[in-house]
């Protein structure tokens, strides 16, 4: 090994470090902290009414974050509006209403996952127990990026009723977790 090589190689390594870190988490930090943000102002609401609240994320012609205005839905499903034109989506959002014995709520459901997958664009969860997941509509998979408590969380959860999560699922495991 030359000197020349072995000046190159801790930056090398960092820049693979990078890499890998980029393919986990896709979005910026910003992106994060705008999206944590918006679920903590929605969240008390969603789980007061216990109903989904849904919309989209995108940028505006400044690139600064926005969303559309949150349209309330049902106790177990949400359809959003149409985003306004001058807004750039990057992602659809809903939240998933208040803690409950009978819904699977702290994970994306297999319907979110392939509404994005056919709408092509990613999505973000928030859950009654906090937590945030986001759709990735490429990799056809949902991955928890943050966990309980992340997000505002329902104070009647109760962890012993809710069943535990994997940090990722394909739409397949997703079927298989609803119809087990
Ligand atoms: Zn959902």
Not at 65 to 79: D, H, K, N, Q, Y
Request: net charge negative; aromatic share 12%; hydrophobic share 35%.
């Amino acid at each position: 090994m030359n000197t020349k090589t072995q000046k190159l190689a801790p930056f090398a390594f960092l820049f693979i470090m990078c890499l890998s870190i980029s393919g986990v988490f896709a979005q910026s930090r910003a992106e994060l902290a705008f999206v944590t943000k918006f679920f903590d102002e929605l969240q008390p609401k969603s789980i007061a009414t216990n109903r989904e609240y849904c919309g989209y994320f995108g940028r505006d012609e400044n690139q600064s974050f926005v969303a559309t205005r949150p349209i309330r839905g049902r106790e177990g499903s949400c359809l959003p509006a149409d985003p306004i034109s001058e807004m750039d989506i990057f992602a659809s959002y809903h939240t998933h209403g208040a803690f409950s014995y009978d819904f699977d709520s702290e994970l994306p459901s297999s319907d979110d996952l392939r509404a994005d997958i056919a709408e092509e664009t990613n999505g973000y969860i928030a859950t009654p127990g906090g937590r945030i997941w986001f759709n990735d509509a490429n990799r056809e998979r949902a991955v928890m990026i943050c966990g309980r408590n992340c997000t505002v969380s329902d104070s009647d959860f109760e962890a012993d009723g809710a069943r535990g999560v994997r940090n990722r699922y394909s739409l397949e495991q997703l079927y298989v977790r609803e119809n087990e």
